[in-house]
């Protein structure tokens, strides 16, 4: 059982930045592509970034420009770096492949809030 354990939310004001990491479990995690979510209360969750087993990332318009995704296949983590946070990036925050095909983790929550 593959599990997928994010870190590093916490609370910060608009404006700050945090960094997200992602430990996953499974040696296959370099030969897939892996993706950020994040669910706010009372909405479904939502991809907010991509990245392929090579590298390449692709972006929500919400957060193109301010959020970082990166991974490194030999530690077998992902991170999130995210700046210049607005109040509506408040959410819990979820790492798992770009299909979701892993059970969820607990995710980390982000509060961005003055």
């Known amino acids: 059982q593959v599990q997928l354990v994010e870190s590093g939310g916490g609370l910060v004001q608009p404006g700050g930045s945090l960094r997200l990491s992602c430990a996953v479990s499974?040696?296959?995690?370099?030969?897939?592509?892996m993706a950020w979510f994040r669910q706010a209360p009372g909405k479904q969750r939502e991809l907010v970034a991509g990245?392929?087993?090579?590298?390449?990332?692709n972006y929500a318009d919400s957060v193109k420009g301010r959020f970082t995704i990166s991974r490194d296949n030999v530690k077998n983590m992902m991170d999130l770096q995210m700046n210049s946070l607005k109040d509506e990036d408040t959410a819990v925050y979820y790492c798992?492949?770009?299909?979701?095909?892993?059970?969820w983790g607990q995710g980390t929550q982000v509060t961005v809030s003055s």
């Open positions: 798992n492949t770009r299909d979701s095909a892993w059970p």
């Open positions: 990245i392929t087993r090579y590298g390449s990332t």
């Open positions: 499974s040696g296959f995690f370099k030969l897939v592509a």
